[in-house]
């Protein structure tokens, strides 16, 4: 199966320091995936790599074909993925708004049906789970429903190096561990989700929202 990272700090100034301290909650993430669940394909997306313009104009908005490439292409890859593991920084107790601007370029059809995890972090002592209570709403409403298990590293600059590796060696196990209830969720859910899909496009069955928020009203 294939996943996609997501990480959602595009921070590169200081205070408060360290700055993208996301890339080494993102090096262990990807340390404890390709060490515990080999076979799997494994991609990452940089949101920084997405300059994205200030007037909004998401990737269904242009017709077929016409949209700026680095958009196409990430379409491309969002749909061809199984599952998603977004991770985000808490910014006032929010998800990173970054991430959302970017993921909120695409449509949810090609999110659906596929899980996705949650991973927030922060330089204090919450981890993020503020942040973690709005991205529940906002990946479901994507349709990439999140698992149950979510991770919240606090104080992530005490616990990984800036390779990802652990300061304290010894907690190595404790963490993957940690990061496993997670992925294992993940992963399971993708499998399932994956097989289904091949049985009943869910696309065919029901329908996407297309044009207007009127096809979602009640009678
Ligand atoms: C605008 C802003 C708002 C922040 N809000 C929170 C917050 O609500 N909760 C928290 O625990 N940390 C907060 N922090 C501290 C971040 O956890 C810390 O800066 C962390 O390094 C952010 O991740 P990043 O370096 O990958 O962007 C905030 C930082 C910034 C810049």
Not at 10 to 19: H, M
Not at 71 to 81: C, D, K, V, Y
Not at 139 to 146: A, I
Request: aromatic letters at 12%; a neutral charge.
């Amino acid at each position: 199966m294939k996943f996609l990272v997501f990480l959602g700090t595009v921070r590169d100034s200081t205070p408060p320091k360290p700055a993208r301290l996301g890339l080494r909650v993102l090096k262990a993430c990807l340390a404890c995936l390709n060490t515990r669940y080999i076979g799997h394909e494994v991609e990452f997306v940089d949101a920084l790599d997405y300059p994205l313009d200030n007037v909004f104009k998401p990737h269904f908005a242009y017709q077929k074909g016409k949209a700026p490439s680095s958009l196409n292409a990430l379409a491309e890859r969002i749909e061809s993925s199984d599952g998603f593991i977004m991770i985000s920084p808490e910014y006032n107790h929010s998800m990173s708004p970054a991430l959302m601007n970017l993921l909120n370029h695409f449509g949810s059809s090609l999110f659906s049906y596929k899980p996705s995890a949650i991973v927030t972090y922060s330089a204090g002592q919450w981890g993020g789970m503020r942040a973690a209570i709005g991205m529940r709403t906002f990946l479901s409403e994507l349709g990439c429903l999140p698992v149950s298990a979510m991770v919240h590293i606090p104080k992530a600059q005490e616990a990984f190096a800036e390779d990802g590796s652990l300061i304290l060696e010894e907690e190595q196990d404790s963490w993957f561990n940690y990061f496993d209830r997670s992925f294992s969720q993940l992963e399971w859910w993708a499998q399932a989700s994956k097989q289904h899909r091949a049985e009943i496009n869910p696309h065919g069955k029901i329908m996407d929202f297309k044009s207007n928020p009127s096809e979602r009203n009640a009678p």
